[in-house]
Every structure is written in structure tokens, then in C-alpha cells.
């Protein structure tokens, strides 16, 4: 076997070996083939939504008990007047909390919700508005509800709001996107801090029995994770090309300075 020879084996297997090594490293959350998966509880949702610190919230404010919104309808002489005046009395601003929790709300002030239940949050807030409005009705939403989802791309990922606090972990996968192509249906996880502490739950979503997890719901700061399926044959390839077209420069030069 001529020195030539020997040469071009000892770079193919370098190459396959260094390649191997770097393909698919774009995984991420991934878990051995016997990690223990917390077992997923249905209805997860909590009946109240309760304001926390990390909360961004939306304020919405009427008088009159909130009866200035059936008027712009029914009332069809100022329809416009009426109209522009609910637009300007419903627009919605978000307040975040300062750094001791607070929120600076107008006329208020500084206002501390943390710990309340959103109709308790509106209930407090009708009652310190009543001072400087008649009969206010106050409407609060929680606006930075959100979970972080990997459709099965590899460590290509999103943030998604969720647009209600009851979606449930198919209409969720839905509202991101869908599963990649690359995605294995069969292997999603969504992990989940409970109480201090991460858990990490299994599902199959490619058989009709998926849809016993349909009150399953995800809350904020979940993260869903399709599993990614492995593409060694186009990923080493796409590695050793250029590795490939170097060797072969230097062999062909090597084989022209021996003859």
C-alpha cells in the first residue's frame, strides 16, 4: 500500500471522527434514556390568576359601572361622539413594578397588587378610584404571560404570549407554529418550576390518545420542547465538504510531486 494511500485513509477517518463530534451539538434540554419524568397533573390551571412580581399588567378604566360601553352601541344619534370618547376611555397602557414591587399607577400612585387575584386587584382599585370617578369599573389583564417553545428545529426557539390563562398544551403548540419536520411528535416535554423546583413531564402527541391531555394547560414560564430529530447523514456532510475538497487539493498535490 503506497505512503499515498495510507495518507488519504488516515484523513477520511480523522475527518469522520472529528465530524461525529460536532454534528447535532445544537440539542439542547436533552435527557437520558432513563430520567425519571414527573407524572403530568390535568386542569393545571390555577382558577385565579393571581398578580406576582414579575407581573406586567394592563389597565383598563370606565365610569358609570361601565355602562359607556353599551351606550356607544345602542345610542346611535352621538354614535361617533360617543365612539371616539369609549376609544380614549379604554385605551390601555402596561405597568410594570418598580424595583420594591410598586406600581405607579395615575392618580394612585404607588400601588402594591402582589399577591392578589385579578378580580381582587380590580375590586381594590374600583375603591381607591371611586375617590375622583363615578362608579368606576376597572378592568386588569396580565399582559407578559408567556412560555418558551422549541418546535423540534434543534435549538432554533421562540417566546410565545399566551393569550388567555387556560391553553392547553395542544392549542399551544398550535399558537407557536406547529411541529418542525425535524420534530418527533411522540417526544415533547414541557418543564415546569414548581415550587422551587424544576419537573419535566413526557407526552405522546402523535396518537388520537394525545387528546387526553387536553386539559393539560401550560402556564407562564414553561418551556415546551419538541424533540429534535438527529440528522447525521446531511449534518456530516455539511461538515466534511469543505474538509473533502481540502484533502483532496493536498492529495492531488502530493501524488504530482511523487511521480
Not at 418546535?151 to 407554529?177: K, M
Given at each position: ?10 484523513v477520511s477517518a480523522l475527518m469522520l471522527f472529528f465530524s461525529s463530534c460536532i454534528v447535532n451539538r445544537d440539542f439542547m434540554l436533552q ?222 498535490y502530493l501524488s504530482i510531486l511523487a511521480r
Amino acid at each position: 500500500m503506497s505512503s499515498i494511500t495510507k495518507l488519504s485513509i488516515l484523513v477520511s477517518a480523522l475527518m469522520l471522527f472529528f465530524s461525529s463530534c460536532i454534528v447535532n451539538r445544537d440539542f439542547m434540554l436533552q435527557t437520558d434514556e432513563d430520567y425519571p419524568f414527573a407524572i403530568p397533573k390535568m386542569d393545571t390551571v390555577a382558577r385565579e390568576q393571581k398578580i406576582n412580581t414579575s407581573s406586567v399588567i394592563e389597565l383598563m378604566l370606565l365610569t358609570r359601572n361601565g355602562d359607556m360601553i353599551f351606550e356607544s352601541v345602542v345610542n346611535t344619534d352621538v354614535g361617533q361622539t360617543q365612539g371616539a370618547r369609549l376609544s380614549r376611555t379604554m385605551s390601555q397602557i402596561e405597568y410594570v413594578q418598580d424595583m420594591n414591587g410598586m406600581y405607579n399607577l395615575p392618580l394612585l400612585g404607588l400601588t402594591n397588587l402582589n399577591g392578589m387575584t385579578l378580580f381582587e386587584a380590580q375590586d381594590y382599585l374600583e375603591k381607591r378610584f371611586a375617590r375622583y370617578f363615578v362608579e368606576p369599573y376597572c378592568v386588569l389583564r396580565i399582559t407578559n404571560n408567556r412560555f418558551i417553545y422549541f418546535g423540534g428545529g434543534g435549538s432554533s426557539s421562540r417566546i410565545v404570549i399566551l393569550p388567555n390563562y387556560r391553553v392547553s398544551i395542544l392549542e399551544a403548540i398550535t399558537i407557536a407554529g406547529g411541529i418542525s419536520s425535524r420534530g418527533i411528535s411522540s417526544e415533547i416535554k414541557v418543564i415546569r418550576n414548581v415550587k422551587g423546583k424544576d419537573e419535566v413531564y413526557l407526552f405522546d402527541m402523535s396518537k388520537i390518545e394525545a387528546l387526553q391531555y387536553s386539559e393539560f394547560y401550560i402556564q407562564n414560564g414553561d418551556i415546551v420542547y419538541v424533540e429534535p430529530r438527529p440528522l447525521y447523514a446531511s449534518g456530516i456532510l455539511s461538515v466534511i465538504s469543505p474538509v473533502v475538497s481540502l484533502a483532496t487539493t493536498i492529495l492531488l498535490y502530493l501524488s504530482i510531486l511523487a511521480r
